[in-house]
């Protein structure tokens, strides 16, 4: 059973530069969740989506940034004109249903992103 | 504001040497407490989700406990394989979680 799956896991860009990231999430799970963590802080929720639906992203910085998750492919987290404030550990994390109905979400490895 | 404090930042034991570990939190309405367990580079793995005070839940060496304010992470006789980052996080009315900034455990052998 592959687990939750992100890639790449680790992204270098210059600054002005688009990162995309993506997450492909365990077999049957619908529900995708995107997190940042900067060093030394703990993840920051950004976005919950579920197929082909933005449910919550009160998280998201208002520009530059967009997530989507089609009804076919992994879901993509983006973020325009990179700059170094971005730099950061991104996490995706997938559940079946609602965390607290399934009681957990099963996060990925994480995307490292770096901007220089 | 949802927020979830976590204490200590680090804390350093000796394999056997029992602890616990804090998670504080203020968050609206909770429906959830969770931890999880994080190895560096790697994403955070899930260990447990309470409820409600009271609840307890055990898992070899880890039991998490909750009351109204704050839940505990105990663990007993630790092993240098526990060392790790443990997070906490609460659930209120929204579907996102709130985490703390987690405590980096390392057992000594």
């Known amino acids: 059973n592959a687990g939750v799956m992100q890639n790449p896991r680790h992204l270098v860009r210059r600054r002005g530069q688009e990162a995309r990231l993506r997450c492909s999430p365990m077999k049957g799970h619908s529900h995708v969740y995107w997190y940042r963590q900067l060093p030394e802080e703990g993840l920051k929720f950004m976005v919950y989506?579920?197929?082909?639906?933005?449910?919550?992203e009160s998280g998201m910085p208002k520009e530059r940034f967009s997530a989507e998750f089609p009804k076919e492919g992994p879901s993509i987290l983006r973020i325009q004109q990179v700059v170094r404030g971005d730099s950061a550990a991104y996490f995706c994390a997938s559940s079946r249903v609602q965390p607290l109905l399934s009681g957990e979400q099963y996060f990925g490895p994480g995307t490292r992103l770096t901007v220089t | 504001e949802d927020q979830v404090t976590q204490s200590p930042e680090a804390l350093r034991l000796q394999e056997g040497e029992s602890s616990s570990l804090n998670c504080s939190y203020t968050v609206s309405g909770l429906r959830g407490l969770f931890w999880y367990r994080q190895d560096p580079g790697k994403g955070p793995e899930f260990l447990f989700t309470l409820y409600s005070a009271g609840e307890e839940k055990e898992k070899e060496r880890l039991k998490a406990t909750l009351t109204k304010k704050e839940s505990f992470l105990h663990i007993t006789a630790p092993k240098p394989e526990d060392s790790a980052t443990y997070l906490c996080?609460?659930?209120?009315?929204?579907?996102?979680?709130?985490f703390g900034k987690g405590t980096k455990l390392t057992v000594n052998p």
């Open positions: 989506l579920q197929k082909e639906n933005i449910i919550d």
């Open positions: 996080g609460g659930q209120g009315g929204s579907e996102k979680l709130v």
